[in-house]
């Protein structure tokens, strides 16, 4: 599976910004995908993240009523709407998909093993 992230950029604070994740390969089998971002000198976190299957979604507290993740199932694609941005949302956004069993939607990196080449976000005035 290959996962390809699009869709960042440089906005001002209050602004808004569609991610797109492309999936291509042997998707078939494909279970959750999630939003992670990195800033600089920090850990990788988790954003948002999916089911494939069904669409329930889960949402970090830091971002839960302004991004929205969604997904098309016939364009293998999946989307984050980052709405009222901040500049504490200045991060590489990577996306992250999981073909295995999930009775969650995790959280932690080490559940997905595949990953896309990531998208910067940069917010600032």
């Known amino acids: 599976v290959q996962l390809q992230a699009s869709g960042g950029g440089l906005v001002q604070p209050g602004d808004s910004l569609r991610l797109s994740c492309a999936a291509s390969g042997r998707t078939f089998n494909t279970n959750l995908m999630a939003w992670f971002r990195q800033a600089p000198g920090k850990e990788r976190e988790f954003v948002a993240g999916?089911?494939?299957?069904?669409?329930?979604?889960y949402y970090a507290d830091s971002v839960k009523g302004r991004f929205t993740i969604s997904r098309d199932n016939a364009k293998n694609t999946m989307y984050l709407q980052m709405n009222s941005l901040k500049p504490e949302d200045t991060a590489v956004y990577y996306c992250a998909a999981r073909m295995g069993s999930a009775v969650v939607i995790f959280t932690t990196l080490a559940h997905y093993a595949y990953w896309g080449q990531g998208t910067q976000v940069t917010v600032s005035s």
């Open positions: 999916i089911r494939w299957s069904g669409g329930s979604t």
